[in-house]
């Protein structure tokens, strides 16, 4: 997904998100959504592609219950991760500047299983994606037709060449 495609007519419809419009809660939760704080204006789009479907997310910065403590918020993750069935990290060039993600996508690696994470990378060239190491380890979510907000053209590719569909690998 490119940044372009979150701008295009299909995504401009996004939301606000806040805690009253059902787009997070601690308990049951699908899917924790990884992301740099400084590229929280991206959040948005893909939250509403993700609910699309009836997806339930995590994300972090709706969790009023969150502490200003490093330690107290890695603890709190760590039982977040654990409420979650999948993993996304929304990857962009300004996540390797991040503290938190890596450490995220750890948990969610150890939580979660390897299976269950994926990377949904947004560059700014969709041929070419590689700003991070872990870009290759996980299953990468890619759509072939990127201005589609249906499941049907998204999949979660995997290292070994392996595809899922994304609706079908959300609900594994």
């Excluded at 991760?81 to 991040?98: Q, W």
């Excluded at 994926?118 to 201005?147: F, K, S």
Aim: hydrophobic content about 35%; overall charge neutral; proline content about 3%.
């Amino acid at each position: 997904m490119t940044f372009n495609n979150l701008q295009s007519k299909s995504y401009q419809s996004a939301v606000v998100l806040n805690a009253k419009s059902g787009h997070y809660s601690t308990v049951g939760d699908k899917v924790f959504l990884s992301y740099r704080r400084e590229d929280k204006i991206y959040v948005a789009p893909v939250v509403e592609f993700l609910k699309k479907n009836g997806v339930k997310l995590y994300i972090d910065y709706l969790d009023d219950s969150l502490e200003d403590d490093n330690t107290k918020v890695a603890e709190q993750l760590r039982t977040r991760v654990g409420n979650c069935k999948k993993f996304i990290s929304l990857a962009t060039p300004n996540s390797s500047k991040s503290k938190w993600m890596p450490w995220e996508l750890g948990l969610g690696d150890r939580i979660v299983n390897y299976e269950n994470v994926a990377v949904l990378p947004l560059t700014t060239n969709e041929d070419r994606w590689g700003d991070q190491e872990y870009g290759a380890i996980y299953g990468r979510i890619e759509g072939y037709r990127y201005y589609s907000l249906n499941y049907e053209s998204w999949y979660v590719v995997y290292p070994s060449g392996e595809k899922v569909s994304l609706l079908e690998w959300i609900n594994r």
